[in-house]
């Protein structure tokens, strides 16, 4: 039995509070060519999130630029078609790690765009989660239970 040609992506792992979001850029080689992902046929500069178009995922103009952020100051927005599969947490953590994750892999492409990205702090891994909760405060992580009055 032949093997399926596979094709060629660079992937990496953007992070932030619960969600993850695994990256992956696929190259085109040429204009005319097509990239097929799920069955979804894709052309250079597409992005699909979860198998669905990025703009039907994150619908607002402001959310739009933040993901295309990293791609744009490399001048690279139609250079790649780019596969996104994003889990946990909400929407604006998705978005980051999904911001992280495109960065990082845009320095597995090509090293020089390293210092452009680190400079607008996309390189950077925000550390912060939610705290855990714990036992014996009345339900949240720091709040202490009301002491009686007599």
């Known amino acids: 039995m032949p ?7 660079f992937e990496a792992v ?12 696929y190259l085109v080689v040429t204009k005319a060519s097509r990239v097929t992902i799920n069955n979804l046929v894709l ?3 597409d992005i699909v999130i979860n ?9 607002s103009l402001h959310e739009q630029k933040q993901y295309l952020q990293p791609l ?6 139609d250079r790649f078609v780019i596969s996104i599969h994003v889990q946990g947490g909400g929407k604006k953590g998705q978005l980051e790690a999904i911001m992280l994750g495109i960065s990082r892999a845009l320095c597995l492409v090509d090293e020089a765009t390293r ?4 400079e607008n702090g996309l390189l950077t891994r925000d550390p912060r989660v939610r705290e ?8 949240k992580a720091r709040r202490k239970k009301q002491s009686p009055k007599r």
């Open 3 to 9: 093997k399926k040609k596979s094709l060629e992506y």
């Open 43 to 45: 052309k250079h500069g």
């Open 72 to 77: 744009e100051l490399n001048k690279s927005t």
């Open 132 to 139: 855990r909760r714990k036992v014996g405060t009345g339900g």
């Open 14 to 25: 953007g992070r932030r509070m619960s969600s993850v979001a695994r990256v992956r850029l």
């Open 115 to 118: 210092p452009i990205l680190k």
């Open 51 to 59: 198998d669905r178009v990025a703009s039907e995922y994150f619908p």
